[in-house]
């Protein structure tokens, strides 16, 4: 499966680039096929795996923030592993 996901901190102010930094950390760690964008990281894997993952980059931002918000999107199609980077490459081989 695919997980594009993106945490975010509430209740610290308008700077989150930190907070965030930590979820991204936690991705990164992970071994796992990974992607990072402005608005999303993407990770691919088994769902326990990938799941287990987004927990801890969660849990990463809620030591330091009282609040935390998530924003998960799954593509769930056993077998295919063929990662994050190769779709977003062949979207960018075509004009738009």
């Known amino acids: 499966m695919i997980v594009a996901f993106s945490v975010t901190p509430l209740g610290v102010g308008e700077e989150v680039g930190e907070y965030v930094a930590e979820a991204v950390r936690v991705v990164r760690e992970s071994g796992l096929p990974n992607r990072t964008d402005a608005m999303f990281t ?3 894997g088994e769902w326990d795996e990938v799941m287990d993952v987004v927990r801890r980059a969660v849990a990463a931002v809620e030591e330091r923030a009282p609040r ?5 999107k799954a593509d769930i199609r056993p077998g295919a592993a063929d990662g994050p980077e190769p779709k977003a490459a062949t979207a960018e081989r075509h004009p738009a």
């Open 68 to 72: 935390v918000s998530l924003v998960l």
């Open 42 to 44: 993407s990770i691919e």
